[in-house]
């Protein structure tokens, strides 16, 4: 399946900016089932922009304005070819932290007792696949998709506790579960293609746990399902917080306004021959 994808992110500001530095990891890599046919990034500064990879293998790419503006906008678009691999990304090569890096505990993932038992449901299974199935299924149970209960610095604790969440919640507590059990699991943010009549979000988040024998298998908890050709990877890291798309410091700028929109279509068929 053949995507485009048009990410706007805009910022706001009562008082003027007078100086930023943003890091930005909008550029998606390939990968199995996934395959960047164009991209490109529209943001201040982009042209003296520094680009490299983050201890997680993300494409960044550091942009700084000296432009005083009450008003910021960045724009990532592009092409990309997708394959349904089941959710499976499988071992990765190349300068890739191991595995065990993503046993490490974050303040958004803390465990407590609740996250732990769940966190059990995997071991009760022969199959670690299975478990991590289970584990998907028993979040979603658990915790209610709805937008407006938590914000973007919920814990995976906070998040189970209100039983109520949006995607960064699921992943976040499937994150901590896994981990709390010794199993690598890791955040991954990107878009996903929905079906006719919904509402796209601002992005997509899901969860990936390394597998011994297979590698790496996602799981999108809000869904129940694994990641299919509708999903395109952006970024991974340990938490929502480092696989952020955006992240930066200013200088002025008071009372931000942050808006983002995201529209992801499938191109037609006549038009990929």
Same mark, same amino acid.
């Given at each position: ?10 910022y706001?500001y ?6 930023a530095m ?7 890599r ?6 960047v ?16 990879h ?28 997708t ?17 065990l890096?993503?046993?490490? #505990? ?11 038992r ?6 009760? &299974? ?5 478990g ?6 028993? #979040? ?19 998040a ?10 699921h992943? &976040? ?10 199993m ?18 601002a &992005? ?10 297979l ?10 399902i694994c ?9 991974t ?12 410091i200013?200088?002025?700028?008071t009372?931000?306004?942050m ?15």
């Amino acid at each position: 399946m053949r995507l485009t994808v048009r990410h706007k992110t805009r910022y706001r500001y009562d008082t003027p900016l007078a100086n930023a530095m943003q890091q930005l990891r909008l550029t998606p890599r390939n990968c199995s089932g996934q395959t960047v046919i164009e991209w490109a990034i529209d943001a201040p500064g982009m042209a003296r922009a520094t680009t490299y990879h983050d201890a997680f293998g993300n494409i960044v790419h550091m942009v700084s304005a000296h432009e005083v503006v009450e008003e910021v906008e960045i724009t990532a678009s592009g092409i990309v070819e997708t394959e349904d691999k089941a959710g499976v990304v499988g071992e990765e090569r190349g300068d890739m932290p191991p595995p065990l890096v993503y046993t490490r #505990i974050t303040p958004l993932t803390q465990p407590n007792q609740a996250i732990r038992r769940l966190g059990a449901i995997i071991s009760d &299974h022969d199959d670690r696949i299975a478990g991590c199935h289970a584990l998907m299924h028993a #979040i979603r149970d658990k915790v209610g998709y709805r937008v407006g209960v938590t914000d973007t610095h919920a814990t995976a604790v906070s998040a189970l506790t209100a039983g109520e969440g949006v995607c960064q919640d699921h992943a &976040h507590i499937f994150i901590s579960a896994a981990r709390s059990m010794g199993m690598p699991a890791r955040y991954v943010s990107g878009y996903l293609l929905l079906e006719d009549e919904q509402t796209s979000e601002a &992005h997509h988040a899901w969860a990936e746990a390394h597998i011994e024998g297979l590698g790496w298998l996602g799981f999108d908890i809000s869904n129940a399902i694994c990641p299919t050709d509708h999903y395109i990877r952006l970024t991974t890291g340990l938490d929502s917080r480092s696989a952020a798309p955006i992240r930066g410091i200013r200088v002025g700028g008071t009372d931000e306004n942050m808006n983002v929109e995201v529209e992801v279509e499938q191109v037609a068929s006549q038009q990929q021959q």
